[in-house]
């Protein structure tokens, strides 16, 4: 079993900067992709960003040129920092650990505020 404990997020003004990291421990054999996925109040999950083992990574186009995803493959750690906020990136932000299934971390607000 894969636990992962999420940390960061909180309240910033628009403009401002949040830096969230989730890490995993537990039964692992090896880490696939992580990635960062969003839900705001009404709307559906969305993906934000991911990357690969080897560091390839893949963003939403609402994210891009804003947030930068980042991993330490021997801490089993993701990372996202969120600069150049804006209030519609408002959301419960959830980490994602591909193991030989998905893992989700428990979720960690961000609230942007105008």
């Known amino acids: 079993q894969v636990q992962l404990v999420e940390s960061g997020g909180g309240l910033v003004q628009a403009g401002g900067s949040l830096g969230l990291s989730c890490a995993a421990s537990?039964?692992?054999?090896?880490?696939?992709?992580m990635g960062w996925y969003r839900q705001a109040p009404g709307k559906q999950r969305e993906l934000v960003a991911t990357?690969?083992?080897?560091?390839?990574?893949n963003y939403a186009d609402s994210v891009k040129g804003r947030f930068t995803i980042s991993r330490d493959n021997v801490k089993n750690t993701v990372y996202l920092q969120m600069n150049s906020l804006k209030p519609e990136d408002t959301a419960v932000y959830y980490c994602?650990?591909?193991?030989?299934?998905?893992?989700w971390g428990q979720g960690t607000q961000v609230t942007v505020s105008s």
């Open positions: 994602n650990v591909e193991t030989i299934v998905h893992n």
């Open positions: 537990g039964s692992i054999f090896r880490i696939n992709t």
């Open positions: 990357i690969t083992r080897g560091g390839n990574t």
